[in-house]
């Protein structure tokens, strides 16, 4: 099992910054890779961007690249999703998760077998 926990969700203004944590505990050795999400209710759950747990390789929705950045320290077992010039349709709540298996369906939430409850990021205009 493996266990992940989101933080670090707030209200910022338009163009602010906000960094998300994911800390990850159980058998994190298990973990192949990372992935943020996010959704506004009544929408499907959107793709932000993965981290590979070991070799640190990236992916980014197109919406988020330059804007976003997924990072991860494997000595604390967290990932971070550091958002920049953000707005508000960036508001939604943010998910972490982590899926043990490899392949390439990592833009796919059915990828991933871990999810934390959710962190939510609300940007003011």
């Known amino acids: 099992q493996v266990q992940v926990v989101e933080s670090g969700g707030g209200l910022v203004q338009a163009g602010g910054s906000l960094r998300l944590s994911c800390a990850a505990s159980?058998?994190?050795?298990?973990?192949?890779?990372v992935g943020w999400f996010r959704q506004v209710p009544g929408q499907e759950r959107e793709f932000v961007a993965t981290?590979?747990?070991?070799?640190?390789?990236?992916d980014y929705a197109d919406s988020m690249k330059g804007r976003f950045t997924i990072s991860r320290d494997n000595a604390k077992n967290t990932v971070y999703l550091q958002m920049n010039s953000l707005q508000p349709e960036d508001s939604a709540v943010y998910y972490c998760?982590?899926?043990?298996?490899?392949?390439?369906?990592?833009?796919?939430?059915?990828?991933?077998?871990?999810w934390g409850q959710g962190t939510l990021v609300t940007v003011s205009s």
């Open positions: 159980g058998r994190t050795f298990s973990i192949s890779t």
């Open positions: 981290i590979t747990w070991n070799g640190g390789n990236t």
């Open positions: 998760a982590a899926g043990t298996e490899f392949g390439w369906r990592t833009r796919n939430p059915s990828f991933y077998k871990y």
